[in-house]
């Protein structure tokens, strides 16, 4: 006899999964992470290295640039140094342009102040020391002299009899004498 069933009753068919197991996807979970870290890394690493240069094309242009900077602060130090010089230079010149009417105001007040009877032998200016040597018919005249020297302004008091003493010279007697005094331009 046949017997029908007629129920719906499923049949212990297996069933086809068409996904993947659990096991299956985590591994290619993993996996995913895993070239997806690399490819991270890769990517960085490409982006580190075209900083790389374009910091070493930063540092190439950065020494050039120094390297031309270099000669212009040597230009200029040079003209610093050059500028220096020449200010010296313009101030020795006007150190002697106002010193330059000093020896010949000196010779004017000395013969200004010579009396009758006095002659010099020598006359030396050591910076502002004048010494003045030379021969006189008296201590009066000699004295004559200091004084007037000293009243002019431009010699600074006292003027000094260094020496004196009495010489012949062809058959008559003169005083021998020297004086030192300290020059200096009145103030103008």
Sequence with gaps: MIRINLLAVDSAR?????????SQQVTLACALIFVSAIALVGWQLLALRGEATRM????????QELL???DVVDQRNEFEARGIELARRVALIEELREGQGGPVR???????????????????QEGSVVTIQGRATG????????FALQAS???V???EIVDSYLESLAGAEVMR?????????PPS
């Design 14 to 22: 297996p069933k086809r999964h068409v996904g993947f197991d659990v």
């Design 56 to 63: 070493d094309e930063q540092v190439r242009a950065v020494d």
């Design 68 to 70: 031309a900077l270099a």
């Design 106 to 124: 000196m010779l004017d007040q000395v013969s200004r102040a010579l009396p009758e009877g006095i002659w010099f032998t020598e006359l030396r």
């Design 139 to 146: 201590l009066t005249v000699i004295s004559d002299l200091t």
């Design 153 to 155: 302004g431009f010699f």
């Design 157 to 159: 008091p006292p003027v």
């Design 177 to 185: 004498f020297e004086l030192r005094a300290e020059f200096e331009l």
